[in-house]
């Protein structure tokens, strides 16, 4: 399994998509899967069985979940099942995935989740639920880790250039970002690629240290 990381617009869907290719011309079986917590499969399968803004408009659609965040035992319980989809989904799925012998490239990961979860839920102590230390001990360790690093002006351009339906602002990109490098710190990840180079750059780059 490799797993790539990184803000919006850093390139990793662009880099995965090349790498999915080349690694099909060497008869090497994969499999790309993007995740972004709270957004997974089960997830998102259970949301649509209870949800009740189908039929509604966009602006509608974004009142409704705003009411639903609002309400703090809603909020808190999706916060639970996000954890509890994500510790299945990176702990077992992507397990039983590579045990027919095919290599993940995973768009987004574990770390991505975290930083996600920080972000949007800094008010609730969610690392001291059982379903977090759970998902924190079974998710699968990849093989290879990639993070392409890119500033927040970098981001807010191409987000611009590809008319992203909800952009981050840039303020938030920012603190993304502070929170991505702190983790760097920590060494998550085994690969830091400037994502600022040329998309062959990168490209070339990132096989350089998957062949190592």
């Not at 189908?54 to 099942?81: F, M, P, Q, V």
């Not at 590809?162 to 603190?175: A, F, L, Q, S």
Request: one cysteine or more; charged letters at 30%; a positive charge.
């Amino acid at each position: 399994m490799i797993s790539f990381s990184g803000i919006d617009c850093g390139g990793k869907s662009t880099q995965i998509d090349k790498i999915y290719d080349s690694f099909k011309k060497q008869n090497i079986k994969c499999k790309i899967i993007h995740s972004r917590i709270g957004y997974t499969p089960m997830l998102e399968f259970l949301k649509n069985l209870i949800r009740k803004d189908k039929g509604l408009s966009a602006e509608e659609k974004a009142d409704y979940r705003e009411a639903i965040h609002a309400n703090s035992k809603k909020r808190t319980l999706l916060l639970w099942l996000s954890i509890m989809d994500m510790a299945l989904y990176y702990g077992i799925y992507f397990r039983v995935i590579e045990l027919f012998g095919t290599t993940i490239l995973a768009d987004r990961y574990y770390w991505d989740s975290c930083i996600d979860l920080e972000l949007k839920y800094s008010d609730i102590d969610y690392k001291s639920w059982l379903v977090w230390k759970l998902c924190k001990r079974i998710y699968l360790k990849p093989k290879h880790s990639v993070i392409y690093v890119i500033p927040a002006e970098v981001s807010m351009y191409r987000s611009t250039l590809k008319d992203e339906p909800w952009p981050e602002p840039i303020e938030v990109r920012e603190k993304r970002i502070g929170k991505y490098m702190d983790e760097i710190e920590l060494g998550r990840w085994k690969y830091v690629i400037d994502a600022t180079k040329s998309i062959d750059e990168v490209f070339d780059e990132t096989m350089e240290f998957i062949k190592k």
